[in-house]
C-alpha cells in the first residue's frame, strides 16, 4: 500500500505531522505558562493573607496577651475541628471526577450543594446539643458561649470548603482565591472597627469578628459557583455514591492530617494553661506560613496532574518537587536568623516563650512541605489511600510522643512531637510515589540548574 502513494501524499502527512508537533508545542507551552500564571495568581493570594494574618495575629495577642490569644485559638480551633470530623471528604475527589470521570461541572456543584447541606443542618443541631457536656470536659477554660457561636460556623464552612474545590479541581484560581481572601480580610476589619469604636480590644469583640466573617465565604462561594453554572440542589446516585466511597479514604486522610496539625494544641491546653496554647499558636502559626509556597504549588499541580497523561505528570510533579525542596529549605534557614528578633519586635518580650518551639518545628515543617506536593499527585491519580495510611501513622506517632514529650518538655516536647509526625508522613507518601510512579527519590529531591532556567525564562515571558 506505501508503494503506491504518490509523492503529494507524502508531503501532505509531513505537512500534518508538522501541524501535530506545532500544535503540541504549542499546548505544552500555553500549559507551562498557566500553571507559571495560577502559581503567580495563587501565591500573590497567600501573600496577602500571610500578611493580612500575622496583622491580625500580632493586633489580637498584643491586646489580649498570652491567655486571650490562648483562649481565642481553642475557640476557632473547636469549629475546625468540627468541620473536619463532619465534612465526609464530599468535595475530596472533585478533581479526579471532572478531570477523569468527566462528570459535568453543573451536576457535580449540584450535588455538593445537596450533601453540604444536608451535612451541615445535621451538625448544627447535633453540636449545640453536646457542646455543654464536650465543653465542660475537654475546655473547661473555654466559654460556652463562644464555642457555641464558632460551632454556627460550621455549615457554612462546608459549603464554602465544597464549591471552592470545584474551582480548584477546574483550574479557576481567580474565584479559588477569592474565597481564600474573605474571611481573614473580614476578620481584620470588623475587628479593628471594634477595638476603635468600641471597647478597645475584648475576647467577646473577637470572638463575634471570627464568627461573622467566618459565615461569609459560604455565602461567597454559592454567588460565585451561581455565576457560571446553574447551581441547584440535585443527588444522583451516579455521583454520590462513588464520590463518598472516593471522598472516604480522602476524608480520613484529611481529618487525620488535620489532627495531626491541631491535636498539640488541645494536649497543650490539657497538660498546661490556655497561655502556653497562646505561645504555642505564635510558633505554629509563624512556622506554618512556609507552607504557603508548596500549597499554592500544591492547588496548582492538582488539576494539572487529573488532566495530565503519566509521564508528564511524573515531569510535573519532579520538578515542582525539587523547587520545594530548594526554597523551603532556604526559608526555615531564614526564620533560624531571625525568628526570635521577629517576635520580640512583633509580640513583644510577652511571648519570647514560642522561640524555642518554633525552631523545633522547622524540620517537620521543611518534610512536610515535600509531602504535600507529592500527596497532591497521588490524589489526582485517585490514590487517596496513601494519603489515608500516611496520615494515620502521623496521627498515632504524634498523641504518643506529645503525651510523652508535653509533660517533660512543655511546648518544645509538643514541637518536637509534631516534628516526628510530619516527617513519617512524609517518608510514607515519599515511599509510596516512588513506588507508584517509578520515579527515583533523588529526582524529587535534588534540584538541577535547568529547573530554574526554565523557571526564570517563563517569568519573563
Given at each position: 500500500?506505501?508503494?503506491?502513494?504518490?509523492?503529494g501524499?507524502?508531503?501532505?502527512?509531513?505537512?500534518?505531522?508538522?501541524?501535530?508537533?506545532?500544535?503540541?508545542?504549542?499546548?505544552k507551552?500555553?500549559?507551562?505558562?498557566?500553571?507559571?500564571r495560577?502559581?503567580?495568581?495563587t501565591?500573590?493570594?497567600?501573600?496577602?493573607?500571610?500578611?493580612?494574618?500575622?496583622?491580625?495575629?500580632?493586633?489580637?495577642?498584643?491586646?489580649?496577651?498570652?491567655?486571650?490569644?490562648?483562649?481565642?485559638?481553642?475557640?476557632?480551633?473547636?469549629?475546625?475541628?468540627?468541620?473536619?470530623?463532619?465534612n465526609?471528604?464530599?468535595?475530596?475527589?472533585?478533581?479526579?471526577?471532572?478531570?477523569?470521570?468527566?462528570?459535568?461541572?453543573?451536576?457535580?456543584?449540584?450535588?455538593?450543594?445537596?450533601?453540604?447541606?444536608?451535612?451541615?443542618?445535621?451538625?448544627?443541631?447535633?453540636?449545640?446539643?453536646?457542646?455543654?457536656?464536650?465543653?465542660?470536659?475537654?475546655?473547661?477554660?473555654?466559654?460556652?458561649?463562644a464555642?457555641?457561636?464558632?460551632?454556627?460556623?460550621?455549615?457554612?464552612?462546608?459549603?464554602?470548603?465544597?464549591?471552592?474545590?470545584?474551582?480548584?479541581?477546574?483550574?479557576?484560581?481567580?474565584?479559588?482565591?477569592?474565597?481564600?481572601?474573605?474571611q481573614?480580610?473580614?476578620?481584620?476589619?470588623?475587628?479593628?472597627?471594634?477595638?476603635?469604636f468600641?471597647?478597645?480590644?475584648?475576647?467577646?469583640?473577637?470572638?463575634?469578628?471570627?464568627?461573622?466573617?467566618?459565615?461569609?465565604?459560604?455565602?461567597?462561594?454559592?454567588?460565585?459557583?451561581?455565576?457560571?453554572?446553574?447551581?441547584?440542589?440535585?443527588?444522583?446516585?451516579?455521583?454520590?455514591?462513588?464520590?463518598?466511597?472516593?471522598?472516604?479514604?480522602?476524608?480520613?486522610?484529611?481529618?487525620?492530617?488535620?489532627?495531626?496539625?491541631?491535636?498539640?494544641?488541645?494536649?497543650?491546653?490539657?497538660?498546661?494553661?490556655?497561655?502556653?496554647?497562646?505561645?504555642?499558636?505564635?510558633?505554629?502559626?509563624?512556622?506554618?506560613?512556609?507552607w504557603?509556597?508548596?500549597?499554592?504549588?500544591?492547588?496548582?499541580?492538582?488539576?494539572?496532574?487529573?488532566?495530565?497523561?503519566?509521564e508528564?505528570?511524573?515531569?510535573?510533579?519532579?520538578?515542582?518537587?525539587?523547587?520545594?525542596?530548594?526554597?523551603?529549605?532556604?526559608?526555615?534557614?531564614?526564620?533560624?536568623?531571625?525568628?526570635?528578633?521577629?517576635?520580640?519586635f512583633?509580640?513583644?518580650?510577652?511571648?519570647?516563650?514560642?522561640?524555642?518551639?518554633?525552631?523545633?518545628?522547622?524540620?517537620?515543617?521543611?518534610?512536610?512541605?515535600?509531602?504535600k506536593?507529592?500527596?497532591?499527585?497521588l490524589?489526582?491519580?485517585g490514590?487517596?489511600?496513601?494519603n489515608?495510611?500516611?496520615?494515620?501513622?502521623?496521627f498515632?506517632?504524634?498523641?504518643?510522643?506529645?503525651?510523652?514529650?508535653?509533660?517533660r518538655?512543655?511546648?518544645?516536647?509538643?514541637?518536637?512531637?509534631?516534628?516526628?509526625?510530619?516527617?513519617?508522613?512524609?517518608?510514607?507518601?515519599l515511599?509510596?510515589?516512588?513506588?507508584?510512579?517509578?520515579?527515583?527519590?533523588?529526582?524529587?529531591?535534588?534540584?538541577k540548574?535547568?529547573?530554574?532556567?526554565?523557571?526564570?525564562?517563563?517569568?519573563?515571558?
Amino acid at each position: 500500500m506505501l508503494l503506491n502513494r504518490s509523492p503529494g501524499c507524502y508531503s501532505l502527512d509531513i505537512v500534518r505531522f508538522y501541524d501535530r508537533t506545532e500544535s503540541t508545542i504549542g499546548r505544552k507551552k500555553e500549559s507551562a505558562l498557566s500553571f507559571i500564571r495560577n502559581a503567580s495568581i495563587t501565591f500573590a493570594t497567600r501573600i496577602t493573607l500571610f500578611i493580612v494574618g500575622l496583622t491580625s495575629s500580632v493586633l489580637v495577642a498584643r491586646l489580649l496577651g498570652p491567655e486571650g490569644k490562648g483562649l481565642l485559638s481553642l475557640v476557632v480551633l473547636t469549629g475546625s475541628v468540627l468541620f473536619t470530623v463532619v465534612n465526609l471528604g464530599v468535595g475530596t475527589g472533585t478533581g479526579y471526577f471532572l478531570g477523569r470521570k468527566k462528570v459535568p461541572l453543573d451536576k457535580l456543584a449540584g450535588n455538593w450543594l445537596s450533601l453540604s447541606v444536608l451535612i451541615g443542618l445535621v451538625v448544627l443541631v447535633v453540636s449545640q446539643i453536646f457542646a455543654p457536656a464536650v465543653v465542660s470536659r475537654f475546655l473547661p477554660s473555654v466559654p460556652l458561649w463562644a464555642v457555641r457561636l464558632a460551632l454556627i460556623t460550621v455549615p457554612f464552612t462546608i459549603v464554602s470548603y465544597n464549591l471552592q474545590m470545584l474551582f480548584k479541581a477546574k483550574g479557576d484560581f481567580h474565584r479559588f482565591n477569592l474565597i481564600d481572601l474573605v474571611q481573614p480580610v473580614l476578620f481584620l476589619v470588623i475587628f479593628v472597627s471594634a477595638v476603635i469604636f468600641a471597647s478597645g480590644g475584648t475576647l467577646e469583640e473577637a470572638v463575634y469578628s471570627y464568627v461573622f466573617s467566618a459565615l461569609m465565604p459560604g455565602i461567597v462561594a454559592v454567588a460565585l459557583v451561581s455565576s457560571i453554572v446553574k447551581l441547584r440542589f440535585r443527588w444522583d446516585g451516579e455521583i454520590v455514591k462513588p464520590a463518598m466511597r472516593f471522598g472516604v479514604q480522602g476524608y480520613i486522610a484529611g481529618f487525620l492530617g488535620f489532627l495531626n496539625y491541631r491535636i498539640d494544641m488541645f494536649l497543650v491546653n490539657l497538660y498546661m494553661e490556655p497561655r502556653f496554647v497562646g505561645y504555642y499558636s505564635i510558633s505554629v502559626m509563624i512556622a506554618e506560613k512556609l507552607w504557603y509556597l508548596p500549597n499554592v504549588l500544591a492547588a496548582v499541580l492538582y488539576p494539572r496532574v487529573a488532566h495530565s497523561d503519566e509521564e508528564n505528570a511524573n515531569i510535573d510533579t519532579s520538578r515542582v518537587s525539587r523547587l520545594t525542596v530548594f526554597l523551603i529549605g532556604l526559608s526555615c534557614l531564614l526564620i533560624l536568623v531571625v525568628g526570635r528578633v521577629a517576635i520580640r519586635f512583633l509580640y513583644s518580650d510577652r511571648f519570647l516563650p514560642a522561640v524555642k518551639p518554633l525552631f523545633y518545628l522547622l524540620p517537620g515543617i521543611f518534610a512536610m512541605s515535600l509531602a504535600k506536593v507529592v500527596s497532591s499527585d497521588l490524589l489526582a491519580r485517585g490514590f487517596p489511600r496513601v494519603n489515608m495510611i500516611a496520615g494515620f501513622t502521623a496521627f498515632v506517632a504524634n498523641v504518643l510522643f506529645n503525651m510523652y514529650l508535653i509533660p517533660r518538655s512543655g511546648i518544645s516536647g509538643a514541637a518536637i512531637a509534631s516534628t516526628i509526625s510530619y516527617s513519617l508522613f512524609a517518608a510514607v507518601v515519599l515511599v509510596s510515589f516512588v513506588r507508584i510512579t517509578g520515579v527515583s527519590l533523588w529526582n524529587l529531591l535534588i534540584p538541577k540548574a535547568e529547573d530554574f532556567s526554565a523557571m526564570f525564562s517563563r517569568l519573563r515571558r
